[in-house]
């Protein structure tokens, strides 16, 4: 997107990645470099290693080898494997974003709609109330959530709007890197679509990194520059979104495309 | 602007067998800055082939498709991407876009990707879509329910938003009514003056006649049976 290209050092870099359970594969030998502004999809089959993969990316998961390269504001590229826990925790809640499928993962639902965005600014420090509700509400509407929610549980939502305030809430801080999780998976056809819209809009407007795991190949289509495919816990091709998915030179690849009605 | 050499190409279907077709040996052309040539031949003589090539979301197996400085067949994905940002444009055929958002946003985006100001951006997607004949009422819906006439002119103002060095233009005039074909012919022929080197397909035969300054038939380029 707008910012893709301007720096020529990599924001994030991965060599060598791999998680197993006992002789399971849960994926082997991932690597890639993302770039300042880049989007990155990953798809695959249920089972591929889609999600091993990115809760590796983001510390959810330890792996049993490689390096995850962050370039950090403070201290320029650090293996994230070997910072310190606490160290690891800051980033999450400063540079690093998490998008979860189910909103409940990632909210706190006994918590308001306003105390789910301020909460994430006061993680990085903020104290000011006014100014935290202030921000709150600026989020809410860019998430298009009116303002007289701010103050309402998000169990009271629909599923799209809970998605959306996960947005709000990961995104308030302006992390510089987005992991996203079957953003749009589990909601309506014209709910997905509000929410891509979103999406493609922030991500522009904030010169953000991403990287989103699906299995709909329309959504990489509209949202990612970059394709990674993977079966079986490999990468089996990686590339440009749309020569991916036009020109798949892979078998795998070739059936996932030629899988599905239309993309 | 445009230089492509010795490139070749096939296509390998895991699915059938490992079947491979090559559709592509040795094609070699340049077009020059305010140059506009045609790309002809029979239907699946490797037309749309070669465009996408050189738009990048063909691969090619060996030789080069230089646009400005970057070779597309060698180049990385970002690389490509910057490419398509500022240096080379596409009108396809086929309008792709996110849905809910409004047509004079979606023909304003490649400017708003290379930084240009929401208002000055909008204003020239309103002087396309109104030269272009999108009645104003339309612009705050999103195109995805237009007619597919009307989702084509959309696709062209988009396409001709900013002044990319280098287009490629997929039948351009095709399903236009005159009075568009006539702007659109418009449109190319600016375009040209200005300096864009084109690669266009051309059905419609009066149309190449007028905006083409040389046709390329690529049955020279088809690989020939072993």
Known sequence: ?263 | MIRVENLHKSFTLHNQGGAVIPVMAGASFSVAPGECVALIGSSGAGKSTLMRMIWGNYLAASGHILVGDTDVAAAEPREILVLRRATLGYVSQFLRVVPRVPTIDVVAEPLRVLGVPAELARARAADLLTRLRIPERLWALSPTTFSGGEQQRVNIARGFAHAYPAMLLDEPTASLDAANRETVLGLIEEAKARGAAIVGIFHDEAARARVADREIDVAAFTPRPA
């Open chain 1, 1 to 263: 997107m707008m910012m893709a290209t301007g720096s020529a050092a990599p924001l994030f870099s991965v060599r060598g990645l791999t998680k197993r359970y006992g002789a399971r594969i849960g994926c082997a030998d991932v690597g890639f470099d993302l770039f300042p502004g880049e989007v990155m999809g990953i798809v695959g089959e249920s089972g591929s290693g889609k999600s091993t993969l990115l809760n590796c990316l983001a510390g959810h998961l330890v792996p049993d080898a490689g390096k995850v390269i962050f370039d950090t504001r403070t201290d320029g590229p650090r293996d994230t494997l070997t910072m310190s826990e606490p160290e690891r925790r800051m980033l999450a809640r400063t540079d690093w974003a998490f998008v979860h499928q189910n909103p409940r993962d990632g909210l706190r639902m006994g918590v308001s709609a306003g105390g789910n965005v301020g909460e994430r600014l006061m993680a990085v420090g903020a104290r000011n109330y006014g100014a935290i509700r202030a921000t709150a509400l600026d989020w809410l509407g860019r998430v298009e959530i009116a303002a007289d929610r701010i103050d309402d549980r998000p169990s009271g939502f629909s599923g799209g709007m809970q998605q959306r305030l996960q947005i709000a809430r990961n995104l308030v801080t302006g992390p510089r890197l987005v992991f996203m999780d079957e953003p749009t998976g589990g909601l309506d056809v014209s709910v997905q679509a509000r929410l891509l819209d979103l999406l493609r809009g922030l991500v522009r407007e904030m010169g953000l990194s991403a990287i989103i795991v699906t299995h709909d190949l329309a959504v990489v289509r509209l949202l990612a520059d970059r394709l990674m495919v993977m079966k079986g816990g490999h990468v089996v091709e990686q590339g440009l979104t749309d020569q991916v998915l036009d020109d798949p030179q892979h078998a795998y690849t070739q059936l996932l495309v030629s899988s599905v009605l239309q993309v």
